[in-house]
């Protein structure tokens, strides 16, 4: 089983800046990497897939990076809305996983 | 506007069974695999099973391999999950979950608000 560690599992950001959170594969997942937003006592949302590609409607704001082992979620500019929990999950290998989550918080 | 509808969730005995269902809508159900994803509270996220558009491919959790049964009907836009033998490690926010590919890609591009299930005596 592929083991997802987020970095750092809790971040404290000012909205208006950047925020960047790391995701780390035991073994390499070539792209197949996806972000998932949650929010209080909501379902998770997909940001990203293939490691860069934006899911349906999610602002510009939001950009991945990454491949093989090291993947980054990029926010560029932290909106309100945007504080919640963070996971990645690779699709590469059975079963799925997920990292443990980072909470970005309010600074 | 894609929906998913989780139902069946509650309070069950260790060793008992659940039947949790989920009611797809807003998309054409058999062009897409499905999955069930769980959420123990205040824990994070943990992939449970997924089966494929024609139930040809079906693939479970080695935590509940032999326990639960994954199942849909395409005439009804419904996805099931039989839980057997439930134990208190079970307890959790079930989600049904949408697939973005026809085949099982394990890629969750669609998340219903989840069913709560509790193993407790």
């Known amino acids: 089983e592929i083991v997802m560690t987020q970095s750092p599992a809790t971040l404290s950001v000012s909205p208006g800046e950047r925020a960047t959170l790391s995701c780390r594969a035991s073994q390499s997942v070539s792209s197949n990497l996806a972000w998932y937003q949650q929010k209080p006592g909501q379902a998770p949302r997909l940001l990203i897939y293939?490691?860069?590609d934006r899911a349906t409607g999610i602002p510009a704001r939001f950009s991945g990076s990454g491949s093989g082992t090291e993947f980054t979620l990029t926010i560029s500019s932290l909106q309100s809305e945007d504080f919640a929990v963070y996971y990645c999950q690779q699709y590469n290998n059975w079963p799925r996983t997920f990292g443990q989550g980072t909470r970005l918080e309010i600074k | 506007e894609v929906q998913l509808a989780e139902s069946g969730g509650g309070l069950v005995q260790p060793g008992r069974s659940l039947r949790l269902s989920c009611t797809a809508s807003?998309?054409?159900?058999?062009?897409?695999?499905m999955h069930w994803v769980r959420q123990a509270p205040g824990k994070g996220l943990e992939w449970v099973s997924g089966?494929?558009?024609?139930?040809?491919?079906?693939d479970y959790a080695d935590s509940v391999k032999g326990r639960f049964t994954i199942s849909r009907d395409n005439a009804k836009n419904s996805l099931y999950l039989q839980m057997n033998s439930l134990r208190a490690e079970d307890t959790a926010l079930y989600y049904c979950?949408?697939?973005?590919?026809?085949?099982?890609?394990?890629?969750?591009?669609?998340w219903g608000q989840g069913t709560l299930v509790t193993v407790s005596s």
């Open positions: 089966i494929n558009w024609n139930s040809g491919s079906i």
């Open positions: 807003g998309f054409t159900f058999d062009d897409y695999a």
């Open positions: 979950a949408k697939d973005k590919h026809l085949a099982v890609a394990g890629l969750f591009d669609y």
């Open positions: 293939g490691a860069s």
